[in-house]
């Protein structure tokens, strides 16, 4: 029972459940037919400010374009006036002109209705649009209206008619069938079945999971549907569900939980759209039935894009394995290289000390061959100062025999084996 208090006498009485929903239902009409009646009025002088302003410029035109064709008629006539003053010497003239101005003057009458009629067209056809734009407009109001309360009407008689289980598997269907609708559209490669899986002791509602070109699962979640009807004695919460949906999300190695709730009907927290739960258990949400399918999406392109990442990973990965054999390559080819060039230098500095050793004893041979040379010189200086002086000095037999030559005044014209003999005898070449 409800308790009401009149506003005027301040008596509290009491009313059952059926009134006070006539007594709501009857204000809501009253308040509703209040603002469509209001809406009306508003857009009946909307349309009659339209029409006022659409025929003040239609006319303020029409007169624009009048007096400036007044002016050309008046300038055509005052035309005719100054012909009809030059042509009074000659009638054929003067019938000519006449002829002429009337012309023009019925051509510029005839230009003059024409305009007036097409202002008058367009004036029509301006106003012709601007009813088929209110009509449109108050069509569509009308039927958004409608339509909203058709499902107002829908709801209300779902709730009034089903039973718990009876509205939860109809929320199912709903999910279902939403997501049906674009399979075919935007889930190709997906996985979106019921959970019939009871090994464990329990299960969710349903599973989805998609996978990419090469059959890589990207993305997976398990779904919970929830919801009671009016007539419900224990109203359930939201959060009655979240330890259980977690458990079902790991035993069937789902990445994310997301709970579709109509509980808490009034609840300004979970009407608000997508609800990161997350804060309790990690990667859950809650939504409303009309967030179904937008959480999919969500969810959906942010793992695309995590695979993707982790796409680009894998090759940077492999970029930088490339990389680190390439470095030991390069290492491994300096080590060697390395290793060549200590040996090669080795066998080099004992290649240079055996030069050396060479040169040094080509040097001790250069010092003997130089040695010798000096002795040799010595020896033929030695040649070069011998003399028969030298050679008689200590030999008075040879120093006799000289002398007797040279006291005959014979030549030293003498034969060399004799001279050699001398030379023998004398020791000189021990010398």
Known sequence: MNEIKCPKCGQVFQVDENGYAAMIKQVRDKEFAKDIKAREEQLLREKQ???EIAKLAAEKEFNAKLNEKEKELALKEQAIIELQG??????KEKELAVSEAVKNAQELLAEKEKAITKLQGEQEIAQKEKELEENHLKEEYERKLKEKQADIDYYKDLKARQSV???G???????????????????QNAYFEKDNDIKTGSKGDYIFRDYDESGTEFIS???EMKNEGETTATKKKNEDFFKELNKDRNEKKCEYAVLVSMLESDNEFYNSGIVDVSHKYPKMYVVRPQFFIPIITLLRNSSLKVLEYKKELMVMKEQNLDITHFEDDLNDFKEKFANNYRLASERFKKA???IDKTIDHLQKIKDALLGSENNLRLANNKAEDLTIKKLTKN???MAAKFKELKENKTTMNVAPDLFKNLLDRSGANRL
């Open 49 to 51: 400010n339209d029409i």
């Open 86 to 91: 030059k042509v009074t010497a000659a009638d």
């Open 165 to 167: 289980k009876i509205w």
């Open 169 to 187: 598997e109809s929320l199912e269907q709903h999910c279902e069938i939403e997501f049906n609708k674009l399979r075919a559209l935007g889930f």
């Open 221 to 223: 979640i398990m779904f």
């Open 352 to 354: 240079i000390d055996e």
């Open 395 to 397: 030999n008075p037999t």
